[in-house]
């Protein structure tokens, strides 16, 4: 007989067994596709996350302060260079062989200085030539008054006709324009005898010598006639330089306002500053059609003789009177675009950018000509940290002028050719 089955207590462990492997086997299987799963998104988050926002910037500080304002002279600048108040070309009035010289080359000479000395004995003898004829138109003259004196004794008597009479009077009026023709004879050939004395005819520095003694000089005009040597007259010295149309007319308008016009101001090539001034004393009569340039001329004391002809020069001029302007440090000043700005600080602390028109730089300030009014609160430093419409904390700044500045271009000195060690 059949009995019903009865599970034993082993076989229930065993199930139970199973079932706790099954269920650890799926916790594997969970663990071992889940951890890389969340490792993988985690890493993605991490690499695929946004920046951090920035902090939030702090509020600029800048220096302010108020434009510089001053009585200016405002110039206007000119390039031209140095010549000789007056340049002569030394020739010789006569012509002959030089037996002397008197000058060194190059030397400061004196108006009547001796210069050369062309062999005199030429003319020394037509001179004596010439007094010779003199004192024998004199006898002749002599004679004829003698003779004609005579006749006019012997007129009232009948003794002589009056066209005797006539005759010796017209020879006594021969014999004395005789007399002044060699008396004018003898003054030319004493001029050619002083001629031979080559002398300076003004005072300045003289040149090297064209001709040694020894050679033969002509006389002539012009070209023709030999050259000895220059002279160019240097104390006082001439500037001479060309202008634009433009500040021709502002310097015009100026002086017909009344302005009376300073004197110019000139600088070399290794100077700073503008040490030489002189007075304007000449503008041309009309401007060149071709360049649309005039030409002028001052004129400048020179006493040490240290300005030389050629030397080249910048030259500055005022154009009148003095005028109230705002100065600002140069680094102040920004471009933008095609034109030129300040920024300013509004009182709420709001940079403002100002268009302006700028001048020229006085003492390492620039003028601004318009724009910016006197109580405007430039930014002066820290300009890197701030925009137009920006907000900026204000501290009080000073503008002030540059000893020692005063515009000029730097000053290249020229380079040595080569060098050596002292003592070699």
Not at 131 to 155: F, T, Y
Not at 182 to 198: G, N, P, Y
């Amino acid at each position: 007989m059949n009995m019903p089955f009865q599970p034993t207590q082993k076989n229930s462990e065993a199930t139970d067994d199973t079932v706790a492997s099954d269920r650890q086997r799926s916790w594997r299987r969970a663990a071992f596709i889940g951890v890389p799963l969340l490792l993988a998104v985690g890493v993605a988050s991490y690499v695929f996350r946004g920046p951090p926002p920035p902090p939030a910037m702090p509020t600029p500080v800048v220096a302010v302060a108020t434009p510089l304002s001053r009585e200016v002279n405002e110039w206007d600048d000119y390039i031209g260079r140095f010549e000789a108040s007056r340049s002569v070309e030394v020739r010789p009035r006569v012509s002959g062989q030089i037996t002397g010289l008197h000058f060194k080359d190059g030397q400061i000479v004196q108006k009547g200085q001796l210069l050369f000395t062309i062999d005199p004995r030429p003319f020394t003898a037509a001179l004596a030539e010439a007094r010779a004829a003199v004192a024998s138109a004199r006898s002749d003259l002599a004679l004829a008054r003698a003779d004609l004196g005579r006749a006019e004794r012997l007129i009232n008597d009948d003794a002589v006709s009056k066209s005797e009479v006539d005759r010796l009077r017209a020879r006594v009026q021969a014999a004395v324009a005789a007399v002044a023709g060699a008396e004018a004879r003898v003054r030319s050939r004493a001029l050619d005898v002083e001629f031979t004395q080559v002398r300076a005819p003004i005072a300045g520095r003289i040149s090297d010598r064209r001709v040694d003694p020894g050679n033969l000089v002509a006389a002539g005009e012009g070209q023709g006639s030999t050259l000895l040597t220059t002279i160019n007259a240097v104390d006082p010295i001439y500037f001479s330089f060309n202008g634009s149309e433009g500040l021709f007319l502002k310097a015009k308008r100026a002086r017909d306002a009344g302005n009376q016009p300073t004197p110019v101001q000139i600088r070399l090539q290794d100077e700073s500053g503008y040490k030489w001034t002189g007075q304007l004393d000449f503008t041309d009569n009309g401007l060149d059609p071709r360049s649309g340039t005039i030409r002028g001329r001052a004129t400048v004391a020179n006493p040490d003789l240290f300005l030389t002809p050629g030397m080249f020069g910048n030259m500055r001029l005022s154009n009148g009177g003095t005028t109230k302007a705002l100065l600002v440090p140069e680094t102040a000043i920004q471009v933008d675009q095609a034109r030129r700005i300040v920024l300013v600080a509004a009182k709420d602390g709001t940079v403002v950018a100002k268009p302006v028109d700028v001048g020229p730089v006085v003492d390492g300030l620039r003028i601004i000509r318009s724009g910016l009014a006197p109580q405007d609160r430039v930014i002066i430093s820290g300009l890197q940290l701030v925009m137009p419409g920006g907000k900026v904390e204000t501290r009080a700044g000073k503008i002030a002028p540059e000893v020692g500045k005063d515009g000029a271009a730097p000053v290249s000195i020229p380079v040595s050719g080569e060098a050596t060690l002292t003592g070699r």
